[in-house]
């Protein structure tokens, strides 16, 4: 049976073609590798349209479908669903599809393409096709992605801000997904210090213009105009739970290493370690308490080797320096070029990276936690005695005001004016349940 | 033969003057009652039948009308069988009409002429507004309280009739009340509002800690500030709440009054403690349904949770837990101080001048997302934080965490302040406020703001800090100087609000991030 003509026009591309596929119902990024792989989107699409039975033999394999069962039956499930596939695509043709994308602004890579980075070749199921908004070519350069729980403590968000404006303020790539906690964390720090020449790289669950979570939306944004959001799932796509560890394997693929900030021993990000083991990227771990359940996950993969130590930026950098050879030369450039001036005025120790000082002083790290308490002893040096035993009490653990009381034996009003005038000096930050040190 | 009485219907918390007409003629014998009256009104045919008939009574063998008018009203309930029987007497010249002359009645009648009470004494007798009234003897409290009619009670029809009569004196008020209002005199003046002992209410003082929980319940009663409580279970958030009463000042006259109709048009009995000048607290249950909190009902309209704790506290604990539409039927009554409820035919409105004291547990499990002790995933933590965001929460002028206490702290026994010193200077805070002309600082209006919460300098600068990074929102800084405000009337400054004060509103403050709640917080 040949195709109508019709069907298909000059003036689109073949991703069109390809787009389209990817955006009809129950499409898989699994189902759309087997139809696509190697295959022009065009003829793919019009034999689709035409519904070729051929097509179905390339879908007999796939695991939704009556897996387990005889291949007769399977196959005629997939007969089924290239029916129903092909009355489908005569209502959302590739050239409304495109136009979606195009008024949407995003656009489509697909595997093979020039723009397609090229570190998602080490999947074993590459992602067929990438939607993206923004720049990808940021991912050439080195790639660190910075994952973790939703459910930070202020410890997990600490860290992750620290390691993302780091490494963002070297010139890394941060790659993370968008989520609440640490990956929220690790970009809005890659954003206070990012350098002109390098850009954060978002992978999310849903459609690029299904924003998720809500309250993410600015910080989505920021990272789509200074670097890239890109996703395997169709616009209008929602951020399903089954998208989540596809998207944890493309963060993996994407990354030169990976570090798990916080983690339960069921979260995500364990799934996003298992990956990058898996093709060989080096996972890093942070340590943490053993009694905090958000550092069950990553304390395991340590002990279990799993992951490699992450105390400090310098840990994660070196991991890259033994996988990104040449390239991740630029991370230890003595001067930092474009850094802009970190937006947490309140951690002065993160500011001025000394890689000079490193570099000629091997042994003695100047590890920024050191540089902020030092920062912080100046500081406190100018602050009242009052203010000076507030400031002891204060952690990362929130504390409550009705504690502080009991333990300085201060009246409520000189312990709150105590806290604010350390707020104002960047030394003490306040939360709904207490305060804790900035 | 035709004959009139006066008594009332209840709407809402207000008594509706009716007059009870009745005729009797020649005819077919029959029993008609027109006049809109419900089922229960109806059926006041067969009570006033037997009730008659059993006192020894005549029951005319006559066609019998009774109208109740005014006609376009609706009566609801069985308050006006004892006027229909009474006017039934006059009309068969049992009775002499000069004797119930500027006489109102309200009662219900039981088969054997006993006469009981009805809900809504108090409005009713306060609406009929005749010289002297008939009320059923445990209404007697309330008809007293209105303090304008010569109270007059009887058990039974047939002692009724006599005293009318004038062949038996009517009984003493005190010999029909219940012992402990024996205090009440024969004519009724000033009895109940004096030599009670108000019922008890917990004491501060038994509040160990708790700076923040002390200083939120300090500033919620003298400035009238809507308090939220967060705090994990077993921290004292209801502890806290229930003392809130205590410290407030005791109630004027007016408002025991108002506070009283409410309780009497509820049917409830009238609490000791709003008695004796103390606010009344109320603490529904969250599976409260909004007939319930706001009031109404079919026919009745009965009023509800939010109506008897005006003039004092409303509690809600586990206030996430209230049903969406509940929690937000709720801006209304707290934006107008009184809740409308319209029905088809009749529309009213009840007083809901209440504080608004609300407990709530910072995440699902109570633990807040501490490690390791917080079981909640991350979608409920978000779900619970979003369930809770909006206009409602808006009307708090007071959102404070609450620690759980220290276990050396429930074992000392040194005490906290006790409620009567903190009360006291909840009166000077309420004193300076009203000296300004508001009654409370909480309703002190944002155009009025600049001028009534003066800042020195350095509290100013602390709020343009917050202001200027955003932490900060208009309507949040308006809701801190008044705060600040009643803080420095606490002090009892008057001046311009000083730095402290600020500082100590901001710490009271709501809207404070959580650490899961803003993932751009650093930028």
Request: hydrophobic share 45%; with cysteine; net charge positive.
């Amino acid at each position: 049976m040949s195709p109508p003509l019709s069907a298909r026009s000059s003036d689109l591309p073949d991703n069109a073609y390809a787009a389209a596929i990817s955006a009809l119902p129950d499409m898989t990024p699994m189902r759309l590798l087997r139809l696509l792989r190697d295959r022009a989107g065009g003829e793919v699409y019009e034999r689709l349209l035409a519904g070729d039975a051929g097509l179905a033999e390339l879908l007999v394999g796939d695991a939704v479908l009556h897996l387990g069962r005889e291949r007769s039956v399977r196959l005629a499930a997939a007969r089924e669903l290239v029916r129903w596939w092909s009355s489908e695509l005569a209502g959302a043709p590739a050239s409304k599809i495109w136009g979606e994308l195009r008024s949407a602004g995003a656009t489509v890579v697909r595997y093979g393409d020039g723009s397609y980075p090229s570190k998602l070749g080490r999947l074993e199921f590459p992602p067929e096709l990438l939607y993206v908004h923004g720049d990808l070519h940021f991912a050439e350069a080195p790639t660190v992605a910075i994952v973790g729980t939703r459910r930070a403590t202020h410890y997990g968000i600490g860290v992750a801000e620290e390691l993302g404006a780091e490494l963002a303020a070297r010139g890394a790539c941060i790659v993370s997904g968008l989520a609440l906690g640490i990956d929220a964390a690790a970009h809005a720090g890659a954003l206070a210090r990012r350098r002109e020449d390098a850009g954060p790289l978002a992978v999310v669950g849903g459609g690029l213009d299904v924003v998720y979570p809500e309250r993410s939306r600015s910080l989505w944004a920021r990272v789509r105009s200074t670097g890239a959001v890109t996703s395997e799932a169709p616009l209008g796509a929602r951020p399903l739970g089954w998208r989540f560890p596809l998207r944890n394997r493309i963060i993996a693929g994407l990354s030169d290493v990976i570090v798990v900030v916080e983690s339960s021993r069921q979260g995500g990000s364990m799934h996003t370690a298992e990956a990058g083991n898996g093709i060989g990227v080096p996972v890093l771990a942070v340590p943490g308490s053993i009694r905090s359940a958000q550092s069950e996950g990553t304390n395991w993969l340590i002990s279990q080797g799993g992951a490699h130590l992450a105390l400090d930026v310098e840990d994660v950098l070196a991991a890259v320096a033994l996988v990104a050879g040449p390239l991740a030369l630029r991370l230890f450039e003595p001067e930092v070029r474009g850094a802009r001036p970190g937006v947490r005025g309140a951690r002065p120790g993160v500011r001025g990276a000394r890689p000079g000082v490193r570099g000629a002083r091997p042994g003695v790290r100047d590890r920024p936690d050191r540089l902020r308490r030092e920062e912080a002893e100046r500081l406190l040096a100018a602050r009242s005695t009052t203010e000076r035993a507030v400031y002891e009490l204060l952690g990362d653990e929130e504390i409550h005001v009705d504690v502080i009381c009991e333990r300085t034996s201060l009246q409520l009003g000189q312990v709150v004016m105590a806290l604010d005038r350390l707020a104002e000096a960047g030394l003490a930050m306040s939360y709904a349940s207490g305060w804790v040190r900035a | 033969m035709i004959a009139s009485v006066s008594s009332a219907t209840l709407l809402g918390v207000e008594g509706r003057r009716v007059l009870v007409e009745v005729h009797v003629s020649n005819g077919l014998p029959g029993f008609t009652i027109v006049g809109l009256p419900d089922a229960a009104c109806r059926e006041a045919r067969d009570r006033v039948r037997a009730a008659l008939l059993s006192s020894g009574l005549p029951w005319p063998l006559r066609r019998v009308t009774v109208n109740l008018a005014p006609s376009g009203l609706r009566k609801a309930g069985s308050g006006l069988d004892l006027p229909i029987a009474v006017g039934l007497l006059l009309a068969v010249g049992e009775l002499d009409a000069r004797t119930v002359a500027d006489c109102g009645f309200i009662g219900e009648l039981g088969l054997d002429g006993t006469i009981r009470s009805v809900p809504g004494v108090l409005p009713l007798v306060a609406a009929i507004r005749s010289s002297a009234i008939v009320v059923p003897p445990a209404g007697v409290i309330e008809a007293t309280l209105v303090g304008g009619p010569a109270v007059r009670s009887v058990r039974t029809l047939s002692e009724l009739v006599g005293a009318l009569r004038g062949q038996v004196p009517w009984p003493a008020l005190a010999s029909l009340t219940p012992a402990r209002h024996e205090a009440i005199g024969e004519d009724g003046s000033g009895g109940g509002l004096r030599g009670e002992a108000p019922s008890r209410v917990p004491d501060l003082s038994d509040v160990r800690g708790q700076a923040i929980g002390r200083a939120a319940v300090e500033v919620a009663a003298a400035g009238g500030h809507h308090l939220v409580l967060s705090g994990p279970p077993g921290s004292g958030k209801t502890m806290l709440a229930e003392r809130i009463v205590g410290v407030l000042p005791p109630l004027p006259r007016f408002e025991v009054l108002e506070t009283c109709r409410v309780h009497s048009a509820a049917g409830l009995p009238l609490p000791e403690g709003v008695l004796a000048g103390q606010p009344p607290f109320r603490a529904p249950h969250h599976s409260a349904s909004a007939v319930a909190l706001l009031g109404g009902g079919s026919s009745w309209l009965r009023p509800g949770e939010i109506s008897l704790a005006t003039n004092g506290v409303l509690f809600l604990d586990e206030l996430p837990e209230f049903p969406v539409p509940v929690r937000e039927s709720l801006r209304q009554p707290l934006e107008e101080r009184v809740v409308r409820i319209a029905r088809a035919r009749a529309s009213v409105c009840l007083p809901a001048a209440f504080l608004l004291v609300a407990a709530m547990n910072p995440c699902p499990c109570g633990e807040g997302g501490r490690g390791g002790a917080c079981s909640c995933s991350a979608a409920q933590l978000e779900r619970y934080a979003r369930r809770l965001s909006g206009p409602l929460l808006d009307r708090f002028d007071l959102h404070v965490a609450v620690s759980r206490p220290r276990a050396h702290e429930l074992f000392s026994t040194s005490k906290g302040e006790e409620s009567e010193v903190v009360a006291s200077r909840v009166a000077a805070a309420r004193a300076l406020s009203r000296s300004r002309g508001f009654a409370t600082n909480a309703r002190v209006p944002s155009h009025r703001l600049d001028e009534i919460v003066k800042l020195e300098s350095k509290a100013r600068a602390m709020l343009e800090r917050r202001l200027a990074s955003s932490e900060l929102s208009a309507r949040g800084l308006d809701r801190i100087r008044r705060v600040a405000r009643t803080l420095a009337d606490l002090q009892g400054e008057e001046g311009p609000v000083r730095a402290e004060a600020v500082a100590t509103a901001l710490e009271l403050r709501p809207g404070r991030r959580a650490l899961l709640a803003d993932p751009g917080c650093a930028a």
